[in-house]
């Protein structure tokens, strides 16, 4: 890994750890950003969302769920553990 790489890998780590994640689980879904990324990849995580609040696995929810059709009404809007940590396309993501 470069300069560049090492800095994005630190700073993905810290959030990840943040939001309720182990320093292992945070390691493994950041080393996927690494080949998504050289591989210019346009997946995202949940976790790299401005929009995902909460702090652990049981209370993950999406503040842009409207826009990203996770739900109806907003007291929908609690995501899975699963969902969160999957690549994938949304169309309310914002960095």
């Known amino acids: 890994m470069n300069g560049t790489e090492i800095e994005l890998f630190t700073e ?12 292992s689980e945070s390691k493994a879904l950041t080393d996927k950003l690494v080949s998504r990324d050289r591989d210019d990849d346009d997946r995202r995580f949940c976790l790299e969302c401005k929009h995902l609040s909460g702090h652990d696995q049981t209370s993950w929810c999406c503040g842009n769920w409207q826009t990203a059709g996770i739900a109806i009404h907003s007291r929908d809007a609690q995501l899975p553990a699963d969902l969160v940590v999957q690549l994938q396309r949304c169309e309310g993501f914002t960095a």
Do not use: A, P
């Open 12 to 23: 993905r780590m810290n959030r990840f750890t943040d939001k309720g994640l182990t320093e």
